[in-house]
DNA sequence: CTTGTCAAAGTGGTAATACCACGGTATGAA
DNA sequence: TTCATACCGTGGTATTACCACTTTGACAAG
């Protein structure tokens, strides 16, 4: 079966099956939301005419994908989505398929190029003080790779959430373990270069200036220069030192 | 829980959580694999000493998350990951935020951009070739919207394989089930303009050809055309019309 | 010897009944 | 009014019995 909640039972339905579905219906149907109580499985169990065992097993493997939270002596409450849920499971997938901590990254060029030019369309000043935050707090953990990985993290999070595009929102929190990692790689390499620092939070206030200025263009270019960031600044680094003939 | 396979059981272990524990150790650590069998459920019960109505739980649990496949008559078999399981998943987490089918538009607009980049680079003779497969099945069905969606869909995916990106092919997966009602709904609402047929297998096997010429920038202005389909064919019609006089 | 058929064994699917554990609410006493 | 306790409702589990499906082995026929 598989994580079916939207596809077709068997035709030889099975109780498991038609249970599924009925509780399915209800949650696709909009009928049941987050936070809403299911019945008590004695009554589900009555009305589906099914065993109560039967209802046990449903509400198990909609525990098990997230859907709902049992609670003993309580009830089942449906959950509100969470796709940070699904950050782990696609996190072990993809571990199974071999080395993917380097092509994250293009899963997250992806994803933020096209978030930025929706950003600078739908940003509000609410989103934009959220990135300004986000800004500060790349500046105060700079010189740490492991918090400032993390801050980094967040602010490329503030700018997708800027983008208000729930799809790419979710995608983006499906891989946000991986993407961590690869955040935390990220300025590990790079934090032996020279003045690196400050080109870090200059290039970041410069992202944050071109969505506030909704320039789309910019925004691409600077985020490409962004994916590059080691590469460029041993580039800008060697013009520097050719245009400044040696003091001693 | 949640799709917690990763994820350590609570402290106060019920019968259920400990056999889940049991069973997701079995499988993270290499005893069990794709394709092996489960113990029969008695067997389980009698050996981890609890009622066989608990292991078919954890089973049902298990099998929600697609990590196994419960088969009458013959056990439970440990499956393959696979993407494809998620996208129900995804697709019902998603259709809780509300409208999505028009935002998927922007996740497929990054997935495929920075895709059709890699597949300039790194696609092979075999990749090409399921393209040209993929190109003549959209000729083929251009005329119905509904396979003519699907042998689309078809091709988008070849040249997202041919990308050669484990997470961005898992990522297109996990909203595949999005994207061909996205992909439906464009042919049907583009269907009516005169000509459009011709135009879209051309504009496909342009696609194609830019790939295979390893031209990465066109591909990409021809893919932002492409997503762009209904609105720039009507200009197009457009423009010709006032270059050409009424004939009546 | 090979192939086909059928029955038995093993495995999953389910129902019914009983009882224990937890959480929330209502009631009574201070 | 507040706190403690009892009760009720809900989930967690065990046991027993029986049905449905799949595989394997034995036997018969060619």
Chains 1, 2 share one sequence.
Do not use: N, W
Not at 71 to 93: C, I, K, N, Q, W
């Amino acid at each position: 079966m598989g994580a079916g909640l939207t596809r077709e039972p068997a035709d030889a339905a099975t109780g498991y099956d038609q249970v599924f579905a009925f509780v399915r219906e209800q949650l696709l149907s909009g009928q049941m939301k987050a936070g809403d109580r299911l019945l008590p499985e004695r009554e589900l169990a009555t009305r589906l005419g099914v065993s109560r065992p039967v209802i046990r097993e449903v509400l198990r493997a909609l525990a098990a994908i997230g859907v709902i939270e049992i609670r003993h002596g309580y009830g089942s409450v449906v959950r509100r989505p969470d796709f940070a849920e699904l950050g782990d499971l696609f996190t072990m997938m993809l571990a199974q398929q071999g080395e993917v901590v380097e092509d994250v990254m293009e899963a997250r060029i992806a994803i933020e190029r096209q978030a930025i030019r929706l950003a600078c369309a739908r940003a509000t000043s609410s989103d934009l003080a959220a990135l300004g935050e986000a800004l500060r707090r790349v500046e105060e953990t700079v010189k740490d790779p492991q918090i400032g990985g993390d801050a980094d993290f967040d602010f490329h999070a503030a700018l997708i959430a800027a983008a208000h595009s729930p799809t790419l929102a979710s995608l983006h929190a499906a891989i946000a373990v991986l993407l961590k990692r690869s955040h935390l790689e990220r300025r590990e390499r790079i934090t032996s270069l020279d003045g690196i620092e400050t080109y870090l939070v200059e290039h970041h206030r410069e992202l944050l200036a071109a969505v506030a200025a909704r320039d789309a263009d910019s925004a691409d270019r600077l985020l490409m220069q962004h994916f590059a960031i080691g590469t460029e600044y041993q580039r800008r680094a060697a013009a520097e030192r050719d245009r400044s003939p040696p003091t001693s």
